[in-house]
């Protein structure tokens, strides 16, 4: 029996640091919306401490813009009824319906900064022990995004530049072409 319970602590202690130590964040949400576990991932996108974050409703938590400015819960600012990730975990709680790679584009207040976030999200119904919760899975994708926003402003450019050339090169080819027309006629 000692044995299995320090083999217990020893994989309990690995699991710990895997989920440590992967790159999304990754937090769960009981059926209050209140945040119960996160991952160092979690702490170091929303730069959240434990006191500000646990048994904290999941907006408060995060940061979200409406939660912070209106001064309110998740769940009573004027945002929630349209807010995707609140949905999503609502759907996951009452109807055990996963959310898969959902996207979430929101200002959030990182250190007291509003800051634009692309987020890509999963969520998933969890049963232990009695309890329902959320798993949360998060991925910041703000760079690829604003990369992806910076491609297409640049191609919209390269698109009027090319149909300025191709204009202003058809006023000199049509004239070669007339003349050229004009020369062979008379031969």
Not at 119 to 138: A, P
Request: hydrophobic fraction near 35%; proline fraction near 1%.
């Amino acid at each position: 029996m000692n044995i299995e319970l320090n083999n217990l602590k020893e994989s309990t202690a690995f699991l710990n640091t895997l989920i440590d130590n992967i790159t999304s964040a990754i937090f769960i949400v009981d059926n209050n919306m209140e945040v119960r576990s996160f991952n160092d991932s979690f702490k170091a996108l929303f730069n959240a401490s434990e006191a500000e974050t646990l048994i904290k409703r999941c907006g408060n938590a995060i940061g979200c813009y409406y939660a912070i400015t209106e001064n309110k819960q998740c769940g009573d600012t004027s945002y929630c009824t349209v807010c995707s990730l609140r949905k999503s975990l609502i759907t996951a709680l009452t109807k055990k319906v996963p959310a898969y790679r959902e996207k979430l584009i929101r200002e959030f207040y990182i250190d007291g900064v509003k800051t634009l976030k692309h987020l890509r999200y999963t969520t998933k119904y969890i049963d232990w022990n009695g309890s329902t919760m959320v798993l949360v899975i998060v991925d910041d994708i703000t760079e690829i995004e604003t990369q992806k926003i910076k491609f297409e402003e640049l191609n919209e450019q390269k698109n009027k530049l090319l149909g300025m050339a191709a204009h202003d090169l058809r006023n000199p080819i049509s004239v070669v072409n007339m003349y050229s027309r004009a020369s062979y006629s008379k031969i």
